[in-house]
């Protein structure tokens, strides 16, 4: 199947800090990127669905100034969490997807973000 | 509203067979996905159905029916690490993925 990567896997950082997330489809071209967010024992939630060269669009509830989505080629999306707080401590999943919503979402191995 | 169920938990035997179903309500129907998670990780694609019928792959089995709203992912021989969370996922009639809260798996030797 095709490859997604996911840069960190792991980071730790301070409250008030920024993050920078990235998602690379490595063997595809991704139209699409998703990115998810998974609390322990929770099911995924999504929170935004990229188009390349086009602005995010977010789900209710997620506010669009702290979570910066950036999505410049096909192959890369990035998530910059601006001024982390402890309540942003999560797993975050990006997702891609070569062509149209027929095709199958391949998952990048997650990153664990934890905000001191 | 858009809805999916499946069991919260399930427990089989390792070489056992355990069938892990899924039921949905939803807008419209482009597809249903089956994807494994095992703990902090991310989840990896397992199957896709979008007709009627069962689609067989190695160990794993995925069915179908679209008139039911109902599909079931059939796993053989159980190993122990087919231990994980297994999530059902429809596409709507607006090309959104609905996700499932996932069915824990937990197999016994």
């Known amino acids: 199947g095709a490859v997604v990567s996911q840069h960190p896997s792991r980071v730790i950082c301070k409250s008030g800090t920024s993050v920078k997330i990235e998602c690379r489809s490595l063997?595809?071209?991704?139209?699409?990127m998703f990115w998810y967010r998974q609390f322990p024992k929770q099911s995924l939630m999504l929170m935004a669905t990229?188009?390349?060269?086009?602005?995010?669009?977010?789900e209710q509830g997620v506010e669009k100034d702290k979570f910066l989505i950036n999505h410049a080629s096909l192959t890369l999306s990035t998530l910059t969490v601006t001024s982390a707080h402890p309540e942003d401590s999560s797993f975050y999943i990006c997702?891609?997807?070569?062509?149209?919503?027929?095709?199958?979402?391949?998952f990048g191995p997650g990153t664990r973000l934890l905000v001191l | 509203g858009q809805n999916i169920d499946q069991p919260t938990e399930m427990t089989a035997t390792e070489g056992a067979i355990v069938q892990i179903n899924c039921t949905y309500q939803?807008?419209?129907?482009?597809?249903l996905f089956w994807y494994q998670q095992h703990a902090g990780e991310a989840p990896t694609f397992l199957s896709y159905?979008?007709l009627d019928g069962l689609e067989e792959k190695g160990r794993f089995s995925s069915f179908l029916s679209r008139s039911k709203g109902y599909s079931y992912l059939l796993l053989k021989e159980l190993q122990m690490k087919d231990s994980a969370s297994y999530l059902c996922?429809?596409?709507?009639?607006?090309?959104?993925?609905?996700w499932g809260a996932g069915t824990k798996l937990i197999i016994k030797p």
């Open positions: 997702s891609a997807r070569e062509g149209d919503s027929r095709e199958t979402q391949y």
């Open positions: 939803t807008s419209g129907f482009n597809g």
């Open positions: 063997d595809f071209q991704a139209t699409t």
């Open positions: 159905n979008v």
């Open positions: 990229s188009n390349e060269g086009s602005k995010a669009t977010y």
């Open positions: 996922a429809v596409t709507d009639s607006n090309y959104q993925l609905i």
